[in-house]
């Protein structure tokens, strides 16, 4: 009996052990600079849908000159990529924290990317996670204080890195504790001393608010064998709909920003054209050294741009440049492709260096706007391509036409 007791016991005392390993319920620690990354990512989203925003991409951003003459003139085609692109950020975000949560010791917690899914596409929310506007505020808010709380304990035990290997000064043993005291400081106020639970209900959460307002806002209503592909057919109208079981509306967000075979994003080289254009963009700005970089941008240049080039200048003729009138005729040509050429480029810069970063660390927080539509990861290749042409051709006309000013300048 007593042999019988005591066995009952270790198995209670072994569950006990292996609930507590797989599931512990120590702080977050280390892991505090990885969630306050998903808390900036969180936050972006839950700024890009404030009314200002909104109201800003459907009356400002879609009508963009570069957007309109590189990706599409359809406000719905342009709507529904931006939806797509945050309903793949909150998913993305989600999958991320749903890898956090297997170690959260709340069993509804642990099962948050199957409700996720479930509430994207039927809007059932069992656990009452989605927010009201004030309380996401108010949350919002919160995970602010410890996204900035995680940078300065990042900068701080770097600090404190350094410090510790000049610690055989006096002057620095004193820095090295002081630093040690605030360090102590920093934890507490930032993730790093939460439980798993508590930080991570947080995302959990947010995640839950942020993709009802993305169905709220752009009317997405909850899935239907019709409706399952609206977003995927809006952006790909020549792609039929399945005829089979109805994919998902996370899955459809995600095929619906794969670029089609025409775009610069199919075709691997929206970075590589978006450098070109900026190497242009300075060169432009001083031609009389356009000499200086001249075999670096011919490096930059694909095949087929070399091909297209050398077609055109061809078809111009050899004849020294000496007419004033189409000089400044290329000038102003030149002048306003760059226009609304030059911010696709940078924004397509920018938005691929915002998305590049492996993992979160100091100063990697998203702060700019940038939507995927006013990249050139949509934009039509031929249409870029051509453009580029005018630029590089225009630009040589100007440089040499110069060189012949000056040239006849130093033979008076």
Known sequence: ????????????????????????????????????????????????????????????TITLPGVRKLVSDDDAFLIALACAELMDGVRSAAASTSDLCRRCADPALRQFFCLFKDFSDSGSDPFRWVMTWKEMQAKAKKMEGYVASAAA????????????????????????????????????????????????????????????????????????QTNSTFISATVHPETPPPAATPASIIATSTAALVPPPTTVGAACLAPHYAKLIVQLERRIQAPSKLADGRDEMYGMMTARLRTMVRRRLRGLGRDLPRDVELA??????????????????????????????????????????????????????????????????????IWRFEMEVRGKCMSL
């Open 328 to 397: 400044a005729e290329w000038t102003a040509t030149i002048k306003e492709i760059m226009d609304w050429l030059g911010p696709v480029a940078h924004w397509t810069l920018r938005w691929h260096g915002e998305r590049s970063f492996e993992r979160w660390s100091a100063g990697a927080v998203i702060r700019i706007n940038v939507l995927v539509f006013q990249t050139l990861y949509f934009a039509n290749r031929e249409k870029v391509e051509a453009a580029i042409v005018e630029l590089l051709v225009g630009l040589n006309y």
């Open 153 to 224: 304990l990042y900068k701080e035990m770097d600090e404190l890195a350094e410090a510790d290997r000049g610690l055989g000064r006096p002057s620095k043993a004193e820095q090295f504790f002081l630093k040690r005291r605030r360090l102590k400081n920093l934890k507490h106020s930032s993730p790093w001393s939460s439980t798993f639970d508590c930080a991570v209900s947080l995302l959990v959460r947010s995640s839950f608010t942020i993709l009802a307002r993305i169905k709220h806002v752009f009317g997405i209503p909850p899935i239907t």
């Open 1 to 60: 009996m007593a042999s019988e007791s005591w066995l009952r016991k270790f198995k209670s005392a072994a569950a006990i052990n292996l609930a507590d390993l797989f599931h512990p319920k120590g702080n977050v620690s280390i892991l505090a600079f990885e969630i306050a990354g998903l808390m900036s990512k969180l936050l972006h989203l839950w700024r890009s849908l404030s009314d200002d925003s909104l109201i800003c991409l459907r009356n400002e």
